[in-house]
């Protein structure tokens, strides 16, 4: 690293969980972020400050007036851009060596599994169930670790799945008929709630690509900031999961 770069990350370098070598790992790292609206943001915004080498975005959405509340990575300039393209630019403003790739379109299974093959870990900030089970069960069948984060109204959670031995994955959390997709647009959602889950997966990512800490494996953070209320749910996985379960 040249004197410019210890100088932007010297206050995450002087972390002696992280370091040089930390910082090092971050920038030879590949990201791949599902969703740029209210937790794709911050966690887009975070991981390339923070010297993340390169973000994959993916999101077939464009950037509407009512997004502005909550999903801070775009603005008034770029309503009607891509949100991937309006997130890229804002990306190149805060650090111009992070190489961003913009994919504006919704995955197929087949493209969804080249991009998790290419990468070193997924962050889940979509909105539904059918994208939140299909990229766990890509992450699952590439082991690649996989930050998944929700929020709707007041109340949000995030977990981490790095497919370790007896560790749950996403299905096992859900059902078969997963749940009700709940939207912002139906239900509202508090402002700040998606920047303090986005934040969460950013920096559970960056201890992963650091090798930093220990993740929340098994473990469901929840929280409820109408009443400032956190909680933990311990997971187990399912025998019968038709993800990680035993054939």
């Known amino acids: ?3 410019q770069t210890l100088l932007c990350y010297s206050r995450q370098i002087l972390l002696p969980e992280i370091g040089i070598e930390g910082q090092q790992r971050l920038r030879d790292a590949h990201a791949l972020i599902i969703g740029l609206g209210g937790l794709g943001s911050p966690v887009a915004l975070y991981l390339a400050a923070a010297g993340v080498g390169r973000l994959t975005l993916v999101d077939d959405d464009r950037v509407d007036l009512s ?5 801070i990575v775009h603005d008034t ?3 009607g851009q891509a949100k991937v393209a309006s997130a890229a630019a804002r990306l190149a403003r805060i650090n111009p060596d992070c190489q961003v790739t913009t994919l504006p379109q919704r995955l197929d299974e087949a493209g969804l599994d080249q991009q998790v093959a290419a990468v ?3 962050l889940d900030c979509s ?3 059918g994208t939140r089970f299909a990229v766990n069960r890509a992450c699952h069948a590439r082991r690649t670790p996989l930050v998944s984060g929700a929020a709707i109204r007041w109340e949000g959670q995030v977990a981490v799945f790095t497919w370790s031995e007896d560790e749950a994955c996403y299905r096992c959390l859900y059902g078969e008929e997963g749940g009700i997709d709940e939207r912002c647009s139906e239900n509202g959602v508090a402002a700040p709630l998606v920047g303090v889950i986005g934040s969460l997966q950013a920096l ?3 201890k992963l690509l650091a090798g930093a800490g220990d993740p929340p494996r098994n473990r469901l953070l929840l929280v409820d900031t109408l009443h400032s209320q956190w909680r933990e749910l311990r997971l187990r996985p399912d025998p ?3 993800v990680c379960g035993s054939p």
Do not use: G, S
Not at 67 to 71: F, I, S, T, V
């Open 204 to 206: 559970e990512a960056l």
């Open 240 to 242: 019968a999961c038709p």
């Open 77 to 79: 300039e770029t309503i």
């Open 67 to 71: 997004n502005l509340q909550r999903q």
């Open 120 to 122: 070193d870990l997924v």
């Open 1 to 3: 690293m040249d004197d």
């Open 127 to 129: 909105d539904n169930f």
